[in-house]
């Protein structure tokens, strides 16, 4: 019997997948190790803390009461729960007992009240925290998307002790999304991470279908698969462009700007939106916003398919001047969950597309080189681009093939999971009348996040512009 069996046998049931256990059990089940058992988020409010968990394969929610503000710390036994506790804290005023790390991760200071998503915020009184002179990067200088800033020592020459910030880039957006109805919500959640105008906004959908029973229609299902292609093949050449120009190599990276730039004409031309905002609905909402997928996806095919040869001998051109740049150790990758390019570069080669209804399992092809690098990184990202095109094709030969899928008795609570092109994104999901209860969102920066000063320490400060962006960071669907 493995601790997880024993975890549920001991446990009340609450929800299709959520289990509710006292904290004596919580705190065992953080002292054992089960290799089973695989940690995704932690969410936290004034009321209880609650783990998402894959067992099997499948996602557990284990929910145990938050006592005078204070939980035992999931990072005692998963380590890239820290950042989650950090933020919880920040929020709600929570304790994580026995923490890794409790340093404010939101709040830098400056906000007028303290804990503002609880029930009764505190007005901010006495000093404001000082601010940190060290030497690094403000958010409003590093190329990467949304606001990300470095602080770090520097000791002969290399970055040591580096911090992330990512306090300028807060903006409430959790507390704009509860009591809304799912389409008020779907607006602002399309747009929380550009990165994932698709991917998020499907992963939320998904959760809201799994609460209210719906199941999409095989062609439904077809079409969002198609439109996670497209934004893969658009975040992955955006990417490409970032690392390449931030090393020098401006050839290859104009040439990844003007592919990019062909996708979004072909998506407006065949009446979607440039970047496919708005592209993704609930059944409740009519669906996906495009009446013909198939020509769009054939178009995109054909542009796409004609550039990247040329993509990838620009590629191998400059491929030097990122090899051994912000390595990711495989040993790392896996304690921390990360997913994605940055996880599969580094041998973590979990990709939640496999488990997707209707999948079509045979275009979706193993890692390769596993260094962890920047190089590697680059690597798998041209290799998944040449993927969504045979993915896409695939699904083209038999769009809207029917599948055995069945709904969920409704339950008005959900988990949906995306997998976008630098991750799983997770949504948990509670429905009241139609409208949003609570939700809790998993990016998959948080880990990545987590562990970007082990993965940055020990370069020289003018590699860490390159090195960040080589990582496809962007803390807009953390910072919120």
């Not at 000791?155 to 799912?182: F, M, W, Y």
Request: proline share 5%; with cysteine.
């Amino acid at each position: 019997m493995t601790v997880m069996t024993a975890v549920l046998q001991h446990s009340e049931r609450v929800g299709l997948f959520h289990y509710r256990i006292e904290t004596d059990l919580w705190r065992a089940l953080l002292e054992m190790v089960d290799r089973t058992v695989t940690f995704i988020a932690l969410w936290v409010d004034e009321d209880e803390a609650t783990l998402l968990l894959l067992y099997d394969e499948s996602p557990i929610l284990l929910s145990t009461a938050v006592e005078k503000r204070r939980y035992y710390a999931p990072s005692l036994r998963f380590p890239a729960a820290q950042w989650h506790e950090r933020l919880a804290r920040d929020l709600w005023g929570v304790e994580a007992l026995s923490a890794r790390d409790d340093r404010a991760l939101l709040d830098d200071g400056c906000w007028p009240l303290t804990w503002p998503l609880a029930r009764e915020p505190i007005p901010v009184q006495g000093e404001r925290t000082s601010p940190d002179h060290r030497p690094g990067m403000v958010p409003s200088r590093t190329a990467l998307p949304g606001l990300l800033g470095v602080r770090y020592e520097v000791v002969n020459g290399r970055v040591e002790q580096l911090d992330v910030q990512i306090a300028p880039g807060h903006r409430g957006v959790l507390s704009q999304l509860k009591g809304r109805t799912v389409a008020e919500a779907l607006k602002i959640i399309s747009r929380v991470n550009a990165a994932g105008f698709v991917a998020h906004p499907l992963a939320f959908t998904r959760a809201v279908e799994q609460a209210q029973a719906q199941l999409p229609t095989p062609r439904e299902r077809d079409t969002r698969l198609i439109l996670l292609e497209i934004e893969r093949m658009s975040v992955h050449m955006f990417d490409l462009a970032q690392s390449a120009r931030a090393a020098g190599a401006e050839l290859l990276a104009t040439y990844s700007d003007h592919m990019r730039e062909a996708l979004a004409q072909t998506c407006e031309e065949h009446g979607a939106s440039r970047r496919l905002t708005d592209m993704v609905r609930p059944l409740d909402e009519g669906g996906c916003a495009i009446s013909e997928i198939v020509p769009l996806a054939q178009a995109v095919i054909t542009v796409v398919s004609v550039s990247l040869p040329r993509l990838i001998g620009l590629h191998h051109v400059y491929a030097s001047r990122l090899e051994g740049l912000a390595v990711l150790p495989t040993e790392m990758a896996w304690a921390y969950g990360i997913g994605g390019v940055a996880g599969r570069a580094s041998g973590r080669y979990v990709d939640r597309r496999a488990l997707d209804i209707g999948m079509r399992l045979d275009a979706l092809r193993s890692s390769g080189r596993h260094e962890g690098c920047a190089l590697a990184r680059n690597r798998q990202r041209l290799a998944e681009i040449g993927d969504s095109i045979t993915l896409m094709e695939r699904i083209l030969a038999s769009i809207g093939l029917d599948d055995e899928a069945q709904a969920y008795p409704v339950t008005d609570e959900g988990v949906g999971v995306a997998e976008s092109a630098r991750g799983d994104i997770w949504y948990w999901v509670t429905l009241q009348q139609g409208k949003i209860q609570k939700i809790h969102i998993r990016d998959p920066a948080l880990p990545l996040l987590t562990v970007l000063g082990d993965i940055l320490n020990g370069h020289k400060p003018e590699e860490i512009g390159a090195a960040l962006l080589s990582l496809g960071i962007s803390t807009a669907g953390v910072a919120l």
